[in-house]
């Protein structure tokens, strides 16, 4: 793909590790009183880096996304007992995390008085003056490109693109079917593809 070679902020691919995790084990304990503190430490520790990530690509600053990150934890402790496994913890998680990160955008969109997509922009123009963002132009142009997408197609680019999720993963994620993600990572790509050339 003509965008491959773009990066954002450190995203670190950890993928693999995650198919060493015994899920079923990890949930019982959370579940049970007796070893609750320590298997939530264990799930801080596995999945705090990949989940800040995704919910950076959402919210874009650095505190913010810190924030975000502890209350989305705050709600995966709080909700554990009724996670009734119908789906992957990770997946569970991943949508905690991103309607936590779409509630603080609405919230700060609101007291902007400005629409969310809007809002995006703004921040991800602020980019360039974060001192913890240390990416080339290109990277800069990829987040603009990104910012001009509906809200939704930000959502399964970076998904999909970034965090390289499946389609079912998504799914599960965003309470979406697979051929509607499919339509809206393709018309993503499109418009970023476009945005880029004629930048």
């Known amino acids: 793909m003509y965008i491959r070679a773009f990066t954002f902020l450190h995203v670190k691919q950890i993928n693999a590790k995650f198919s060493l995790i015994n899920e079923e084990q990890l949930i019982a304990n959370l579940k049970n009183s007796k070893t609750a503190s320590k298997a939530f430490d264990e799930l801080v520790r596995l999945y705090k880096e990949r989940l800040y990530w995704h919910i950076r690509k959402i919210v874009i600053n650095h505190d913010d996304t810190d924030d975000v990150l502890q209350n989305t934890f705050i709600k995966v402790y709080k909700n554990i007992g009724g996670f009734k496994e119908e789906s992957k913890l990770f997946s569970w998680m991943y949508r905690i995390a991103t309607n936590e990160a779409i509630t ?41 490109a990104i910012a001009e997408l509906p809200h939704k ?32 990572y393709h018309h993503a790509v499109k418009k970023i593809e476009s945005y880029i050339k004629n930048y």
């Open 104 to 144: 603080f955008l609405n919230k700060n969109a609101k007291k902007s008085n400005v629409p969310i997509e809007e809002y995006q922009k703004e921040l991800r123009s602020s980019l360039q003056d974060d001192e913890l963002f240390d990416g080339d132009t290109i990277q800069i142009i990829l987040q603009k």
């Open 153 to 184: 197609q930000q959502l399964v680019f970076n998904m999909k693109y970034f965090d390289e999720l499946k389609y079912e993963e998504m799914s599960e994620i965003l309470d979406t079917s697979v051929g509607a993600l499919k339509a809206s």
